[in-house]
């Protein structure tokens, strides 16, 4: 059961920062593949500077969120370069 939240987490996560950062969501898995990482890149970004969300689904999507916005604004770096 736990797979499944994270899967729809990452999922949301994706496509809010796909309308924060380009204005449009990247397809179902596109969605789910830059949550996913947006978490895993957010978990490591929080706990390097100390900061807690308080845990909860609220505070996963937080994080996974930022984290994928993060992710995002790098890759939009990389690409302009």
Same mark, same amino acid.
């Given at each position: 059961?736990?797979? !499944?939240?994270? !899967? +729809?987490?990452?999922?949301?996560? /994706?496509? !809010?920062?796909?309308?924060? #950062?380009?204005? $449009?969501?990247? %397809?179902?898995? %596109?969605?789910?593949?830059?949550? #996913? ?9 929080? *706990?390097?500077? %100390?900061?807690?969300? /308080?845990?909860?689904?609220?505070? *996963?999507?937080?994080?996974? $969120? ?7 604004? /790098?890759?939009? +770096?990389?690409? *302009?370069?």
């Amino acid at each position: 059961m736990n797979f !499944i939240w994270f !899967i +729809l987490i990452g999922l949301a996560a /994706g496509w !809010i920062a796909g309308q924060l #950062v380009k204005g $449009t969501s990247f %397809g179902l898995l %596109g969605d789910i593949i830059v949550g #996913v990482i947006g978490a895993l890149l957010g978990g490591f970004l929080f *706990s390097t500077f %100390g900061v807690s969300t /308080g845990g909860g689904l609220l505070g *996963s999507l937080l994080v996974a $969120t930022i984290g994928a916005v993060v992710l995002l604004f /790098g890759l939009r +770096l990389i690409k *302009s370069s």
